[in-house]
């Protein structure tokens, strides 16, 4: 017996083509093979929380804290939330925004109001401090959305240790190129993510079930200080 599938909607078809193009463009200005390769800012942590960003979605509608349409913007965002990053500005994620917006606006099937609305999530992303070692988003308390894209941006402190600490090295790797991660600057950059880990707080019931590695990851670090010590 065959089973009839539904044909896709021309959204649906949308919402996929931008999330693969926002992956490409990660990919083409700082993939590997790209110009100005980045190590962390680059293709690999735009999957990163493209997946924990989905995972949030689909567990935050199954849950009723948000529909369809807005699973859909909130994917987007994440696809495009660091198409452009440049640590010498302080407006990358609007620029990221404005070219996920004009790429929306391109299909001619999303509203204004949804592409403001993922120029808006996107704007979540920007990193307000890093105060007593705690890195303050820009999410909003009254804006579910906001504050599952500022999740996903960050899943990698809570997600399995292997994933974490690839993550964490890639953030080395791109903040002090050419350094070793041996010796002293090991010792310093662990003492220092045991501190940043430990204190991050997750916005969203969401993501503190769903990435809830945080006190396996912080032991890990602990490991690795007192064997390297």
Known sequence: METSHRPESPRELAVKAL???G????????GPSSPDPKPYHG???TLMVITSAGRLADAAMAAGRIDRAQHDLLMIAAAYHDAV????????????AELAA??????????????DRVKNIIAATKVKAVANQRIEQSASPDDYLTMLMADA?????????????ESARRFFAETYPGIQLTGEVLLA??????QIVGNHRYYTDEARYLFSCQPENIQFLTGLLAAAG
């Open 153 to 165: 941006d960050l899943s990698s402190f809570g997600l399995p240790e292997t994933e974490y600490w």
């Open 23 to 30: 992956l490409d463009t990660a990919t083409r200005n700082y």
């Open 102 to 115: 004009r790429h929306m606006n391109m299909l001619g099937i999303f509203p204004q109001a949804e592409t």
């Open 19 to 21: 999330i693969s193009r």
């Open 85 to 96: 990053y440049d640590v010498q500005r302080s407006d990358s994620e609007e620029l990221s």
């Open 43 to 45: 293709p690999e942590h």
């Open 189 to 194: 950059f662990l003492a220092n993510q045991i």
